[in-house]
């Protein structure tokens, strides 16, 4: 069964914080995604991985970066962490993301910056 | 540029009776187009995907969804719903000569009443 898992489900951190989320898949799939997930805006990418060490901008990576330093691994990284970053963020992965291939989700880490 | 919308926030309807989940897209080439569903506190699971051919798509649970292209119209239906349907679903389009990018609906929940 395909995994993807996420290293905590929730977390609190405080303003100004540097925070680390950590996902981990199990498919040997190129590639992988951050997205956050806030009511009423649906998912919005904040970085994608189509390989080791590469990367490409999603739509709001504003405060964020990533590394993927190994091809299972992929990690986003809050530099300062702002209140406006409490959010539900949800990592993906997929085969070339070009194709028709779906994404694989992982549970979800509930941040909350206070 | 790609969009997608899910014009209802919330569908009520009984169980045993159909339901349908509405979903509008637009790209400027040809679609994916992809159905995730996600239950209380756990990831988006994928349902089912159109990627060509057959205008009508089945997927997990009993689930299908019709493609109409004249439309843009890509709603979710199922005949007859199971209390355990109730969950956030969302809809979401990738260009099949766009890159990357999957843009995800806000996201319509469903409310199946016993």
């Known amino acids: 069964d395909v995994k993807v898992t996420q290293s905590s489900r929730y977390l609190v951190k405080r303003t100004g914080e540097k925070v680390f989320l950590e996902c981990v898949q199990d498919?040997?799939?190129?590639?992988m995604f951050w997205y956050r997930q806030d009511p009423g805006l649906g998912l919005r990418l904040i970085y994608f991985?189509?390989?080791?060490?590469?990367?490409e901008k999603g739509d709001i990576p504003e405060g964020y970066s990533v590394s993927r330093e190994k091809k299972e691994r992929f990690s986003l990284i809050l530099e300062s962490a702002s209140t406006n970053q409490t959010s539900m963020y949800l990592c993906?992965?997929?085969?070339?993301?070009?194709?028709?291939?779906?994404?694989?989700f992982g549970p979800g880490t509930r941040l909350t910056v206070t | 540029a790609q969009s997608v919308a899910q014009p209802e926030d919330q569908v009520n309807v009984a169980e045993g009776n159909p339901l349908t989940v509405k979903c509008t897209y637009s790209?400027?080439?040809?679609?994916?187009l992809f159905w995730y569903v996600q239950y209380p506190n756990r990831g988006l699971q994928f349902l089912l995907k159109?990627?060509?051919?057959?205008?009508l798509v089945k997927g997990s649970y009993g689930f299908e969804a019709e493609f109409n292209k004249s439309q843009t119209s890509f709603h979710l239906k199922k005949p007859s719903a199971l209390v355990s349907d109730s969950a956030l679903y969302f809809c979401?389009?990738?260009?099949?000569?766009?890159?990357?990018?999957?843009?995800f609906g806000a996201g319509t929940r469903l409310f199946v009443k016993a």
């Open positions: 993906a992965s997929s085969r070339p993301a070009t194709s028709a291939y779906e994404q694989y």
């Open positions: 498919m040997d799939h190129e590639n």
């Open positions: 991985s189509y390989d080791v060490k590469m990367k």
């Open positions: 790209v400027s080439g040809n679609p994916y």
């Open positions: 159109y990627i060509t051919g057959d205008n």
């Open positions: 979401a389009v990738r260009d099949k000569g766009g890159g990357f990018k999957t843009i």
